[in-house]
Every structure is written in C-alpha cells, then in structure tokens.
C-alpha cells in the first residue's frame, strides 16, 4: 500500500463518519418573535401598553427632602443634657432650644388607562414612604424631637368616563385647584385634606365644567399645627360622618386662553353648616399668572359653630399670589393670605430646575396670629420621574 492510497481511504473514512454524525445533529428550533413594549402615546409621555393587554400603564414618583428652620422647624425643645441634670437634680432648670425640621419621602405612583364605550377607565394611585423628625410636646411651652417612619395612600382613584370613585384630596379643595404656588400654602388653612369620595363631572367641552359628590370627610389636621407653625386659624372641625347622611359638594369652572374662573360650594352634614370658594386665575402674558380665591363659611366661630369645609379662622379668608417664570428654568412664586381670626402669612419662594427631573425650592414666610408673629425658612429637594 503506497502513501497515495492510505491518503485516499482515509479521506474515504471521514466522509463516512460526517455523514453518520450528520445524521443524528440535533435541530434547533426558530425562536418564538418576541413581544417587545408598545409606546402608548395616547395619554401622554411616559405610558406603556401592558403585554397582552390593552391597558396603558405609566410608572412614576419621586424622593424629596424638605427641611425647615424657625416658624417650619422645631421651636422649644429641651436641651437633653440640661433636662438629665435637671432631672437628677443636679441644676435648678434647664434650657430650650430649636431645631430643624425634616421629611425624607418617596413616593409612588401607578396610572392605568384604557378606552372603553363609556369613555376612558383609570386606575390612579399614589403611596407615600415617610421618615421625618416630629415633635412630642411634655407640656404646652416644651418638647422633644425624636424620627418617625409611615407610609400612607396619598390618592386612590378609579374613574370611567365622569365617574370618579376615589380616596384622594376633597373636592372642596381640588375643584379650586387648591392655593397658589408655594411649597407652604396652608399659612392660613384652604382644604380640609383627604376623603373618600364619589363624583361625577360633566365637561363640556368648550372650557365649562360642573362636578357633583358626596364625601365621607374626616377629622382635620392641619400641616402647621404639627409643624409648630404660627397660625393655622381655629382647631380643626371633626368632620367624619356620623350618619348616613354624607357631606355634599357642588363645584364648577370655565377655562380659556385668559385664564380660569372657578367655584365650590360644600353641605356639611354633620355641623349642618355651608362654606364656598372663589377662586380667579389670570394669565397676565407668558411669564406672569396671578391668582385671587375667597372663602365664607355660615358657621359663626364667635358662636362657637363649626364646618369641616372652613379650616381656615373664622368666618371668612382671602388668598392671593402669583409666579413669574424667568426663563425655562427659573420662576419665583408669591402668596398671601389673611383670614377673620387675624392670621396673616406672606411666602416668596423660587424654584430652579437645575436638569430636568431635579428642582430645589427654597422659600421664606412670614406668619402673624393676631399679633404673635415669627419667620420660617424652607428648602425642598425633589427628583420627579
């Protein structure tokens, strides 16, 4: 057998071998196509078609971080060395001091839409995560700070067409779009805060709209109150039901170019008293908007009446203020307001996006209660996405 022969048998040899292997390859299946995410634009930025589904999602939040000195801060709180010296009866007294104020938050939110015969389905919710200094007072004049954590359902909205069945902010305070600009608007007291609801609104179409409901209420508490604010008008209504008999709430509004006009009124059953709002937004040009909105309750205060739907002190209250924006970045924001029992505050406020999504939202106020005044200074940090 010659070299030319053993080089031919051989070849020979691993033919037969591919062909047999060959044989038994395995066959690799195509893949399945993939169902990647569908923009829904039809809502806006930032919504999704959920896979399978023809439901628009949109998944957002924010982190904020708020601190606030003098009138926003901690006033009077014991000098813990001093008060455990006191306390052992090492030293006649003990001083007091204040302090900072802060909040740490992070909140989520949730917005599912679709399009059904009966108009558009939504699902809204919005959670909130807490961690804050708060103060616990040992007498009327003194306390202590100590950090607290607590999540809340800031809103929870089911809507169809103009139906809106919903855990979120009174209607007394939204169908007036609540007051101003400012971070610290509530100086004098505009809303009676959150509630369970149902409504429904008809909109015209051409700028008018007009929105019917009945709410639970609840027990007021008022921002400033535990932030050690001065002010804050009288103490707060309890304003849950105590029947079946619910509150009621009647509102409506006209947009155009120029501005906005709008109106609420409010039944409280359970103090059987009627509080309403008027509110005026004009768009004086490009850069400039201004804004006027008044409040009357029946309840007479000197009486000692009261009504869930007039946090603020007294009889009556006016608000007013306005923002101008400088360039796209850069806006100051003004209010004002007074109310019958003499409280006064006035807030000048800026706020800076510095990139899109980050803003810082520095403001400074003046609070007089009938005379006792005092200054507060506040930051705000918030990323949004």
Sequence with gaps: MNIKSLLLGSAAALVAVSGARAADAIVVAEPEPAEYVRICDVYGAGFYYIPGTET??????????????????????????????????????????????KLMRAQINLDARSETEYGTLRAYMAINFNHSTARFAINDDEGYTYTTNNWNIDHAIIQLGGLTIAYTYSLFETLTDSAGTV???DIVAYSPGNTHLIAYTFDAGNGFSATLGVEEGSTFVNPNTVLGVVGGGSLPADGALDSYVP???????FTQGWGKISGVVAYDSVWEEVSGKVRVDVNVNDALTLWVMGGYTS???KKGEDSYYAPWGGDWAVWGGGQYRFNEKVA???QLSYDDSETFGAVVGARYD??????????????????DDDWGGYIRFQRSF
């Design 56 to 101: 628009c999602l949109k998944v957002g939040g924010y982190l904020r971080y708020d601190i606030g000195v003098g009138a926003f801060g901690h006033q009077d709180v014991v000098d813990k060395e001093e008060f455990a010296e006191w306390d052992a009866g090492l030293r006649p007294d003990y001083g007091t001091h204040d302090t900072y104020s």
């Design 299 to 301: 309840a007479d205060w």
């Design 247 to 253: 509150h009621v709430v009647a509102g409506a509004s």
């Design 332 to 334: 100051l924001d003004v």
């Design 354 to 371: 510095i990139v899109p999504g980050f803003v810082i939202r520095p403001e400074v106020a003046y609070i007089d209660n009938d005379g």
């Design 183 to 185: 971070v610290n608007d």
